[in-house]
């Protein structure tokens, strides 16, 4: 499975991005997608996930920030990221996991700065 990651970039605080990160290859219809991201010197942390039945989870961080969606018909899991901190600078990270292992995207930097 690859996965393209698009949509970093630099933002004000309180502003808002959306990233898209589309799967293509052997993709199973049980799956799980989403994203983690990196703090510089820290390990890679969840962010948000959602499965291909729809069920979500999020960090506790970002809860009614951030809002994790997918489309199946494309393959493509989408995060909306909104009143944007300086503490959510970070690189992210998109995911694809099933049964067979987990995959993994390019990173995509998001600086949060005035």
């Known amino acids: 499975v690859q996965l393209q990651a698009s949509g970093g970039g630099l933002v004000q605080p309180g502003g808002s991005l959306r990233l898209s990160c589309a799967a293509s290859?052997?993709?199973?219809?049980?799956?799980?997608m989403g994203w983690y991201r990196q703090f510089p010197g820290k390990q890679r942390d969840l962010v948000a996930s959602a499965t291909s039945e729809g069920s979500t989870n999020y960090a506790d961080s970002v809860k009614g920030r951030f809002t994790i969606s997918r489309d199946n018909a494309d393959n493509t899991v989408y995060l909306r990221m909104n009143s944007l901190k300086p503490e959510d600078t970070a690189i992210y990270y998109c995911?694809?996991?099933?049964?067979?292992?987990?995959?993994w995207g390019q990173g995509t930097l998001v600086t949060v700065s005035s």
């Open positions: 290859g052997s993709i199973l219809s049980n799956n799980v």
């Open positions: 995911y694809y996991f099933d049964w067979r292992g987990d995959n």
